[in-house]
């Protein structure tokens, strides 16, 4: 099992940037699959970025050369640094972790883009 929790979620004008983190309670270094969804009202939740233990990424097509997931086996935490938003990227943000065909999930961090 594995609590996750995320932050750096807030109000950013268009073409900002925010950072956002995933800090899980126990070690992820043996966690292969961790990830960052999306959900905008009336939308379907849809896979932002993941990563991989062996350092693998994997972007939506609407996000990639402008987001970045990274992950710090030290801190337990997972990044995703969103660059150039833009008001379609206004969503809840949740982590994910993959361990043993079960998924966890954080509570989720609200990213509103809007001048």
């Known amino acids: 099992q594995v609590q996750l929790v995320e932050s750096g979620g807030g109000l950013v004008q268009p073409g900002g940037s925010l950072r956002l983190s995933c800090v899980a309670s126990?070690?992820?270094?043996?966690?292969?699959?961790m990830g960052w969804y999306r959900q905008a009202p009336g939308k379907l939740r849809e896979l932002v970025a993941a990563?991989?233990?062996?350092?693998?990424?994997n972007y939506a097509h609407s996000v990639k050369g402008r987001f970045t997931i990274s992950r710090d086996n030290a801190k337990n935490t997972v990044y995703l640094q969103m660059n150039s938003l833009k008001p379609e990227d206004t969503a809840v943000y949740s982590c994910?972790?993959?361990?043993?065909?079960?998924?966890?999930w954080g509570q989720g961090t609200q990213v509103t883009v809007s001048s």
């Open positions: 990563t991989t233990s062996g350092g693998s990424t």
């Open positions: 126990r070690s992820i270094a043996s966690i292969n699959l």
């Open positions: 994910n972790a993959a361990i043993q065909g079960k998924y966890y």
